[in-house]
Structures are given as structure tokens and as C-alpha cells.
């Protein structure tokens, strides 16, 4: 029994805790390339969560990690087969029902911890924020905390050489053999100013992607995957640490 994980833990254990932090992983359920599982995102967020949260509990932290939400934003690939949508108002619900139990109890701080790139809760925060003034919410995005070409030969945000490595580590006999999978190749958009990223709009997914990933994942391997888990987890520990001892009377700097 992991004593920061909540599904684990138990009342006995919980009635005279007193927690600083609660962390959200927060996933999605889409087709990821030919040859990874539909809750890749899920799972690589149950595992960086869980052991991040293990390297700050160590420390003293006193942090809880939430049941991961298992569907995320997938407006985009609404003719995926099976690919489960959630939309940006159910999310806010969910949020808010979460926020206003933790508010109530007196556990001001949440960190969503996400894991799937169409997820997007800065609005919400701000919203949110304006609703439970004592809290203090905050989202982070893993995959963006290193510099994943001094892990990985070739970039990608779906499926790629990064998210395969990683569900090779994890859980590798969920992971189709190499003759299956695909190249990920993603087509651009015949306006440049899109690939620039100063202009934005949904990427539909069917058109964008062959074979759903966007990313190629011929140089994945499970060595890969255990490098950058074992430093991504140690970057994300250390953070996880600084928000339970944080001062949210003195967060900034004189
Ligand atoms: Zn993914």
C-alpha cells in the first residue's frame, strides 16, 4: 500500500493526515499509432505521478495523488474509432466537484497533472480561481518538462519515439511488435503560418495522420524509456516538494 496514492490508502490511515497537496493525473483514451494501447496516456500518467509523488512523499512532502480521469479532450478525432471525448465544459464540472470537496476540506492546493497535449485547463483555472479564492490551482504538462531531444532522436507529440519508449518500459506487453508499427508522418497544413504556432486551429486528426501517430517511433526502446522516466520523475519530485512547503501568502519573490 502506497500511502500517497488514494485508490491504495485507507481511512485508518488518512483520519489524522493532514495534506497539502492533491495531485490530478489526468489522461485521455484515443488510438495511439497501430501499435500502442488506447489508455497510453493514462498509464504514462499513473506512473510519472505515482513516482514522482513516491520521491517527494520520501522527502516529507504530505501529497495525495488523485484516481486518474481517464477520458480527455478528443473534439478532434471525433471519426477515430472508439476515440472517447470529453468536452471542455464536462471537464470544468468535474473540476469544480473536485475543487469544491478539497476546498471544503481545508486541502488548498491542486496540481492537474496532465498527460494528453488536446487537454488544455488554463481557462478553467482562471475561472475556477476567481470561484474558490483560498485555492491554489495549478497544471503541469510532463512532457514538456526536459528537453526530450537529449533523450530521443526524433521529436513528435503522438505515439512517437518518446511515448513509445516509455509504454515499452511500462508495460511492454502491451505494445505491438516493431513489423506493426507505423511512421507517424504527419501532414502540414498548406498555410505556413499554422506550422509557425502563432496561428492555431484543431488539427483533424484523420487528415493530419496516417496511422494516428504524429511522430516516428523506429528508434524507441525500453532503455529509452527508463532514462527519461528516472529524470523526468526526479525534476517533477523535486517541484511536487516546493508546492506542499509553499507559502501562499509568500509565493514571490522580493
Ligand atoms: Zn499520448
Not at 470537496?101 to 488544455?120: A, M, T, W
Request: charged fraction near 30%.
Amino acid at each position: 500500500m502506497r500511502p500517497y496514492i488514494l485508490a491504495e490508502t485507507n481511512w485508518k490511515h488518512l483520519k489524522n493526515e493532514k495534506i497539502e497537496l492533491a495531485v490530478l493525473p489526468w489522461g485521455a483514451t484515443e488510438a495511439h499509432n497501430y501499435h500502442l494501447p488506447y489508455g497510453t496516456d493514462n498509464i504514462e500518467s499513473e506512473y510519472l505521478a505515482a513516482e514522482s509523488a513516491r520521491l517527494a512523499w520520501e522527502n516529507g512532502a504530505k501529497l495525495i495523488v488523485l484516481p486518474t480521469i481517464p477520458f480527455g479532450v478528443n473534439t478532434g478525432q471525433s471519426d477515430i474509432y472508439l476515440d472517447i471525448n470529453l468536452n471542455p465544459s464536462t471537464q470544468l464540472s468535474i473540476l469544480r466537484d473536485i475543487i469544491t470537496v478539497l476546498n471544503r476540506q481545508g486541502i488548498y492546493k491542486l496540481l492537474i497533472f496532465n498527460s494528453h497535449g488536446g487537454n488544455d485547463f488554463k481557462t478553467m483555472l482562471r475561472e475556477l480561481g476567481l470561484e474558490f479564492p483560498k485555492m491554489f490551482l495549478c497544471s503541469s504538462n510532463w512532457f514538456q518538462a526536459l528537453d526530450r531531444l537529449k533523450y530521443f532522436e526524433l521529436d513528435g507529440d503522438h505515439a512517437e519515439e518518446m511515448e513509445t519508449s516509455l509504454i515499452m518500459y511500462f508495460k511492454p506487453e502491451l505494445v505491438l511488435p516493431k513489423e506493426e508499427w507505423g511512421e507517424g508522418k504527419e501532414k502540414k497544413h498548406k498555410i505556413t503560418a499554422f506550422s509557425e504556432q502563432w496561428l492555431w486551429t484543431e488539427r483533424k486528426w484523420s487528415e493530419v495522420s496516417e496511422d494516428t501517430g504524429i511522430g516516428n517511433p523506429k528508434f524507441a526502446s525500453k532503455e529509452k524509456g527508463e532514462r527519461f522516466f528516472k529524470d523526468v520523475t526526479k525534476k517533477i519530485g523535486k517541484t511536487l516538494e516546493e508546492l506542499c512547503k509553499l507559502d501562499l501568502k509568500d509565493s514571490y519573490e522580493s
